[in-house]
């Protein structure tokens, strides 16, 4: 069994009165996080993907909830996106019967943050579950078994089922990639052309580490900018894609709006152009190796409380550096490097321009200590 970093976070809130919502992409082991931790018999468990469940918790009073769920130490919600109204539901039990700690997890923050944000204002905590990490599967056998696998996962990703069925991979991340992760956008936004969405992210697969441009994706989709945009900002809600934005504060030729996107996943960004290669006949590893050291990184950060903004940074002249936290008042400067050999350059310009600086080549010899970095 694979320990979860998160779980120590949530058990230092599970005592007090404040529901937690846990979000994160399907499959990515939220509901077993929480069956190994709190499967007490004292604890409800509802799932919003159960038409009966939707409907009874959408519009209830403190009556019937009192009536359903005071008996309970603890109630678990799961999905809890798909039920209508649920942060009025959860403000309700948390205002009303104290004595039950609620749990509510959801596979899409667009619908469920937008539904508790406001009800549970002061009320929730909340958590980010990410695929596992390699923090996590380093306690979970060996750092010299991990590092015998780097290879491997720069294929097939982090995904638990991915993890724990070897010589699956192949069909758990098409099975993935085709449908599952889209079922919430196709679900709540009412896209009408789906197809167009699935076009979407294959050009997106193919740019990681890359600056994108909505017009350019635009002309590849079929779609206006503000759709483009629209949709890259569903994906990146449903968890499959992320967004890094440019720094742009000294130099006038710095990009100031450019931005490049990665994906939670990069098992799941193969999955999504078919491509299977090995990491020795593949054009594209300089790109995975820098989708996986961000991911990995965040992964880190959300697990150790440690908060930071992120950028890259590029010039008009193609001046670029590949990552950069903003914390403690120095900006934190990275270059990666599958080739061992090759050392970053980083430009006078930067140096110059933020003298508060530290900088660093992540390469395979390093990049635990880039991942782990305090």
Same mark, same amino acid.
């Given at each position: 069994m694979i320990t979860r970093d998160l779980i120590e976070l949530i058990q230092k809130r599970i005592?007090?009165?404040k529901v937690i919502i846990l979000l994160g992409p399907r499959q990515v082991g939220k509901t077993t996080l929480l069956k190994q931790h709190f499967s007490s018999q004292n604890t409800l468990w509802l799932n919003g993907d159960?038409?009966?469940?939707?409907? %009874?918790?959408s519009n209830q009073t403190t009556t019937w909830l009192k009536q359903t769920i005071a008996k309970h130490d603890r109630v678990i919600i799961d999905e809890a996106q798909r039920i209508e109204n649920i942060g009025l539901t959860l403000k309700i039990i948390h205002d009303n019967i104290p004595e039950v700690k609620v749990i509510a997890t959801g596979s899409s923050s667009f619908e469920l943050a937008n539904k508790i944000?406001?009800?549970?204002? +002061?009320?929730?905590?909340?958590?980010?579950?990410?695929? @596992? #990490?390699?923090g996590e599967m380093i306690k979970h056998h060996s750092l010299l078994e991990e590092t015998r696998l780097l290879d491997h996962r720069l294929v097939y990703g982090w995904y638990p089922d991915v993890i724990n069925n070897a010589g699956d991979e192949k069909e758990? &991340?098409?099975? &993935?990639?085709?449908?599952?992760?889209?079922?919430? @956008?196709?679900?709540?936004?009412n896209i009408k052309k789906p197809q167009k969405l699935e076009l979407l992210v294959?050009? &997106?697969?193919?740019?990681? +580490?890359?600056?994108?441009s909505y017009n350019e994706l635009g002309q590849i989709t079929g779609l206006d900018n503000q759709t483009v945009e629209k949709y890259i900002?569903?994906?990146?809600?449903?968890? @499959?894609?992320?967004?890094?934005?440019?720094? #742009?504060?000294?130099?006038?030729?710095e990009l100031k709006k450019s931005r490049k996107v990665y994906f939670y996943d990069v098992g799941i960004r193969n999955a999504v152009i078919k491509n299977w290669n090995p990491v020795s006949l593949r054009q594209d590893v300089g790109s995975l190796w820098e989708n996986f050291l961000i991911v990995e990184r965040l992964k880190y950060k959300a697990y150790n409380s440690?908060? #930071?903004?992120?950028?890259?940074?590029?010039?008009?002249? %193609? %001046?670029?550096?590949?990552? @950069?936290?903003?914390?403690?008042g120095v900006l934190h400067a990275f270059e990666f490097k599958w080739n061992e050999k090759k050392k970053g350059r980083f430009s006078k310009s930067f140096t110059q321009a933020y003298p508060d600086h530290e900088l660093l080549t992540v390469n395979k010899k390093n990049y635990l200590e880039f991942i782990q970095r305090a």
């Open positions: 005592n007090d009165k159960d038409s009966d469940t939707r409907n %009874q918790l944000n406001e009800p549970l204002t +002061g009320r929730k905590w909340e958590f980010n579950l990410w695929p @596992i #990490s390699t758990i &991340l098409n099975t &993935l990639s085709d449908s599952y992760l889209y079922k919430d @956008i196709l679900t709540w936004e294959q050009a &997106l697969a193919f740019q990681i +580490g890359q600056q994108v900002s569903l994906l990146e809600r449903a968890f @499959i894609v992320f967004r890094l934005p440019s720094l #742009s504060r000294n130099l006038r030729n440690i908060y #930071s903004n992120d950028y890259f940074w590029r010039t008009n002249a %193609q %001046q670029e550096i590949d990552f @950069i936290e903003d914390y403690d």
